[in-house]
């Protein structure tokens, strides 16, 4: 069975997250000392070797994506920390930020010296307004002690609204507009921020790296499954026992995070359905349990990795009930900018509203799957592209449920 | 208390610079007066309608005047199924206001939000940003009186 591992909260209840010597002594910015000893390709071949992928919901490979940043060619460069942490049932950024706030700028720094940038950006929703405070202190001990030298960072606050956790909607709001997703292409990493290229990283990604290379891609990519290598923090909610946070390996199974780390469902009452990833994520049955969290694994029974959310129903809840405040939380998060977002998520909720008040009929089960397999493939971003998951995957696992309260 | 118009005009070298300058406002005013956004509008050399557009885009950001105090409820699956509809309730009775309405003395508002990222003790509110959490409705009069 997989033990719980700490890399990226390694220094979590170690350090004063406030104060940098502590960082230091656990031997902090060593890493950046090294990275910028070598020369930027071999540096970001070692971070793609290490198979580091996003851990911001996308997965892509973090090392591949500095690679086109690199290698694009501007007068300006940037490097985005994407701290908006929106998924509901998800704090883990929160976590590495208020505990050591070091590692982020860390791994941001080296990620600039890969790159080329000397400006970055930290986006952190307007839900955690404390953490503004703690990151300048951070960022200002760092500039002090030289270890930043030519690279500024600015903290940017969000102001509530979920898809500027989306990245080009994020550029968009640090531009100053409203966050509205662009169309892409044009990625980030060729044409971002102000039009230049921009690496935008997960909170958690960035974590990782100064470990990446202080001990060596081989030793990342031998952690956990092979595809999708490391840790992952996941933050249990719902009816769990232990209602708290767990790095573990990405072999770790999903009942093992119920079981082993969650404790297990309160009051002896049974397990009903496990939501991962965030309130966008697929509702997963008993039957599943046994999948290993990593991204592929969990793509292949129809589910998102995503933020890490654990989010835990027992038997005694209604799920339809359940899936219709997502549909109300989708509705209203919706940018407005395409059409079958738009849209699409306001009938969603309409529907499932009239299902939950038992005035739905089979007629309503069919139109709601068909308008949400349209949504899956014509939404413009990944809020709309997502936002029908729990739907689908409830009437595809829970039919029963809905069927109850049929007129 | 410090007049709109300075407070805009010290970030008006902040590239994209409105969203904290409409943060910093609010801060003052509790919400965005059309003035306020006017003069956004001309310091950051926007359309009217672009620095409105933003104004209302930002579930955060708020137009209309409201209480001093605002105090917004989590209402997403994890605190839904923890019991935030009878937080809702005892706030809704104990101000004496609905959801979405100020108090008449000017001092709470209340408002409803998606999760505000404290998920390990459900349900949470926050007000004005500060996290309360493992809320229940018998706790309601004590925090509120820490603001009155
Ligand atoms: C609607 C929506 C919301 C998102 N919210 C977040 C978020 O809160 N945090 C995050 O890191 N990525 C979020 N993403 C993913 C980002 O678009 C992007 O893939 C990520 O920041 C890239 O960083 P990574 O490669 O390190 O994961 C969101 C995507 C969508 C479509
Ligand atoms: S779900 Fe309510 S704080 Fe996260």
């Given at each position: 069975m997989a033990e719980e591992m700490r890399i990226v909260l390694r220094n979590y209840g170690k350090i004063d997250p406030l104060k940098i010597d502590d960082y230091i002594a656990q031997g902090g910015y060593k890493a950046l000392e090294k990275a910028r000893s070598m020369d930027r390709e071999t540096l970001i071949e070692e971070v793609k070797k290490s198979k580091l992928r996003g851990r911001g919901g996308a997965g892509f490979n973090c090392g591949q994506k500095w690679s086109f940043a690199y290698q694009a060619q501007a007068d300006q460069k940037y490097v985005v920390c994407n701290a908006d942490e929106g998924e509901p049932g998800t704090y883990k950024d929160r976590l590495i930020m208020e505990n050591d706030p070091h590692t982020l700028i860390e791994g941001m720094a080296i990620c600039a010296y890969a790159i080329g940038a000397t400006k970055g950006y930290i986006y952190c929703r307007g839900e955690y307004p404390h953490l503004v405070g703690i990151l300048n202190t951070a960022i200002s001990q760092a500039k002090e002690k030289g270890f930043l030298k030519d690279f500024d960072i600015e903290v940017r606050s969000g102001a509530g609204a979920y898809v500027c956790g989306e990245e080009t909607a994020l550029i968009e709001s640090i531009e100053g507009k409203r966050g509205e997703p662009r169309f892409k292409p044009p990625y980030p990493p060729s044409e971002g921020l102000w039009g230049k290229p921009t690496i935008v990283n997960n909170v958690e990604t960035f974590a990782n790296i100064p470990v990446i290379v202080e001990k060596g891609a081989d030793w990342y990519a031998s952690i956990g499954v092979p595809s999708y290598p490391g840790t992952k923090v996941f933050t249990l909610t719902g009816?769990?026992?232990?209602k708290t946070f767990f790095e573990v390996p990405t072999n770790t199974t999903i009942r093992e995070l119920i079981y082993?780390?969650?404790?297990?469902?309160?009051?002896?009452k049974k397990f009903k359905a496990v939501q991962i990833g965030g309130t966008s994520g697929a509702f997963i049955p008993e039957e599943l349990l046994d999948t290993p969290v990593a991204f592929d694994n969990m793509a292949a029974i129809g589910a998102t990795l995503g933020s890490g959310a654990v989010f835990v129903l027992d038997e005694t809840r209604d799920i339809v009930d359940v899936v219709t405040r997502i549909a109300k939380f989708f509705e209203h998060e919706s940018c407005g900018k395409c059409a079958p977002c738009r849209e699409g998520t306001a009938r969603m909720y309409e529907i499932m509203s009239k299902i939950n008040s038992g005035k739905g009929t089979t007629k309503d089960i069919e139109t709601i799957s068909r308008l949400g397999r349209v949504m899956s493939c014509s939404c413009l971003c990944g809020l709309g592209q997502a936002a029908p998951a729990p739907v689908l995957t409830t009437i595809q696992h829970f039919k029963a449920d809905y069927h109850a309260k049929l007129v | 208390m410090k007049g709109y118009k300075e407070i805009i005009a010290s970030y008006a070298?902040?590239?994209?610079?409105i969203i904290e300058a409409y943060h910093a406002i609010q801060k003052e005013f509790s919400y965005l007066p059309e003035e306020a956004i006017l003069e956004a509008a001309k310091v950051f050399n926007l359309p009217v309608s672009e620095a409105y557009g933003v104004a209302t885009f930002y579930s955060m950001f708020s137009v209309k005047p409201r209480g001093k105090n605002v105090i917004r409820i989590c209402e997403s699956a994890p605190c839904h199924v923890a019991g935030a509809a009878e937080v809702v309730a005892a706030l809704e009775r104990e101000l004496g206001i609905c959801m979405g309405e100020s108090t008449q003395d000017g001092l709470f508002a209340l408002e409803f939000t998606e999760c505000v990222g404290q998920c390990q003790a459900t349900p949470v509110i926050t007000i004005n940003g500060k996290p309360y959490l493992n809320v229940s409705p018998a706790k309601i009069p004590e925090i509120l009186a820490e603001y009155k």
């Open positions: 009816d769990i026992n232990n082993k780390y969650g404790g297990g469902i309160p009051g002896g | 070298n902040v590239p994209g610079g």
